[in-house]
């Protein structure tokens, strides 16, 4: 007799960190090879009590949040330098609100960290070497003010 067996519901499952994309003010930007600084840290602030023991209390202080560092291919699309070149420049309105989505191999979204008011506080390429046939990269450094994991 022979048995079969279908794949039941599936409820917990892990994220690949291969696929993902950025995307800002709803726009998605370019194959990124690497997305970093998806983190909230909250400050510890102690509280001691002398007049009743000398214990001290913890409690939560601020939430600060990473910078989102990001590598690509450099390539001829200069949407990171021009906003970053914008603000060197003076320019007032600068933040921009995105997300760093994670897709699951057919392409669909499973995962999304929404941040705000981010902009770019460094833009780099890799080193120019003529002993190298390697591709070269941009990382840009958003600084921002929130993140929230959505999905």
Do not use: C
Not at 12 to 31: H, N, P, R
Not at 60 to 80: C, H, M, N, Q, W
Not at 97 to 111: F, L, M, Q, R, T
């Amino acid at each position: 007799m022979s048995q079969t067996t279908q794949a039941g519901p599936t409820k917990d499952v892990e994220y690949l960190g291969g696929w993902f994309s950025v995307e800002i003010k709803g726009a998605t930007l370019g194959a990124f090879t690497d997305a970093s600084g998806l983190n909230v840290e909250v400050n510890v602030v102690e509280i001691t009590d002398a007049n009743k023991d000398t214990s001290t209390r913890k409690t939560p202080g601020v939430a600060k949040y990473g910078e989102i560092s990001l590598k690509r291919k450099l390539s001829s699309d200069k949407t990171f330098w021009n906003w970053a070149k914008s603000i060197r420049d003076g320019a007032e309105e600068f933040r921009k609100d995105g997300s760093i989505v994670i897709h699951n191999i057919a392409g669909k979204e499973i995962g999304r960290w929404n941040f705000t008011n981010a902009w770019p506080s460094k833009w780099s390429a890799s080193d120019l070497d003529v002993g190298s046939d390697d591709p070269m990269e941009e990382e840009i450094t958003l600084s921002i003010e929130y993140l929230e994991r959505v999905k």
